[in-house]
Nanobody
């Protein structure tokens, strides 16, 4: 059974940093892409970042490129999202997601992925 469990959310001041973690189990990392999505109140879900373990490529939304970094530790089955220079507009519930579809990041960012965690709340204050 695929399981994804996020942690690391919290309250941070604008300009600060947080690192989100996603503990993954039930599948082989090399076959999967793992992504981070977020959804703010009243807004549509947004694809934030993705790491494709089949080729090592990483992808970012324009809104976070240069501030967020996705990484993974295959030995620990963990994926991380380092978030720096946080802004109030980064406030959202952040979800970890995974699939082995082979779809492009563009499609995944818009259509979502197959497996989802329950999310962790990030609040950035002014």
């Amino acid at each position: 059974e695929v399981q994804l469990v996020e942690s690391g959310g919290g309250l941070v001041q604008a300009g600060g940093s947080l690192r989100l973690s996603c503990a993954a189990s039930g599948f082989t990392f090399d076959d999967y892409a793992i992504g981070w999505f977020r959804q703010a109140p009243g807004k549509e879900r947004e694809g934030v970042s993705c790491i494709n373990h089949s080729d090592g490529n990483t992808y970012y939304a324009d809104s976070v490129r240069g501030r967020f970094t996705i990484s993974s530790d295959k030995a620990k089955n963990m994926v991380y999202l380092q978030m720096n220079s946080l802004k109030p507009e980064d406030t959202a519930v952040y979800y970890c997601a995974a699939d082995s579809s082979g779809d492009s990041w563009y499609r995944r960012a818009h259509d979502g992925m197959h497996y989802w965690g329950k999310g962790t709340l990030v609040t950035v204050s002014t």
